[in-house]
């Protein structure tokens, strides 16, 4: 979960100054919101009124279009830079691996793999498939004869950072699983969680400090 903690900060900060600081004041649209309210039964002002409201929120919106634009693009960079911590997990000791290699040419792997089954050709998408298994823990290197392209394969481990496609090489890490207790939780829906802690926990500060003041 630090992962999806430390995603959820950068994006409630980044949000945070974004409309702050690029997003236009609320105050004129406040300002007709109360003159409906004091001139409510007087057709011709609330005519006026109106207007000018429509006119006040026309112009916020069109303040709020760069940071929001700019938000979007906060949440998908994270977002993609997030996948590879959240969306797969590392093998573990033990486990079989599937790997695959375009080219199919021979595989070779360091003394932490062992060959689990012979190779199997693909003649659809021109590629070989090995099944190995894991017997320690640790980065472990592959590579294709002769002195072809090399590729890692990450065994163990809680939260690394998992290089799927690396080359010609194709890693079939397993989907991880995010639990919360005994329910299991979908990692946009976590990370939507974690923003709201930060907004939270954002809120009681400054609560507490203007508590403070007084």
């Known amino acids: 979960m630090i992962p999806i903690l430390a995603a959820g900060l950068v994006l409630t900060l980044g949000w945070t100054w974004l409309f702050r600081h690029r997003s236009g004041e609320a105050g004129p649209a406040q300002a007709h919101l109360l003159e409906l309210l004091l001139y409510g039964e007087c057709p011709g002002v609330l005519a006026r009124v109106l ?5 006040s929120c026309a112009r916020l919106a069109r303040s709020w279009l ?13 977002v993609f830079c ?13 486990e079989t691996i599937l790997l ?53 394969v990450r065994v163990g481990g809680s939260f690394p950072y998992l290089q799927r496609r690396q080359g010609p090489f194709q890693v079939f890490y397993p989907v991880r699983s995010l639990w919360l207790g005994d329910r299991l ?28 003041r007084r």
């Open 100 to 152: 695959s290699l375009r080219d199919g040419k021979q595989l070779q792997h360091d003394p932490g793999l062992s060959l689990d089954s012979a190779p199997v050709w693909d003649s659809r998408s021109s590629a070989r498939y090995w099944r190995l298994r894991a017997q320690s823990p640790g980065l472990h290197r592959v590579w294709a004869e002769p002195a072809g392209p090399r590729a890692a």
């Open 185 to 212: 939780v979908s990692w946009p829906a976590a990370l939507l969680g974690s923003c709201l802690l930060w907004l939270a926990a954002s809120g009681m500060l400054q609560v507490v400090d203007q508590f403070q």
């Open 66 to 78: 760069a940071p929001s634009l700019l938000s979007l693009g906060l949440l998908a960079l994270v």
């Open 51 to 55: 207007l000018d409201l429509t006119r």
């Open 82 to 94: 997030l996948q590879p911590f959240v969306c797969w997990r590392p093998f573990q000791v033990g």
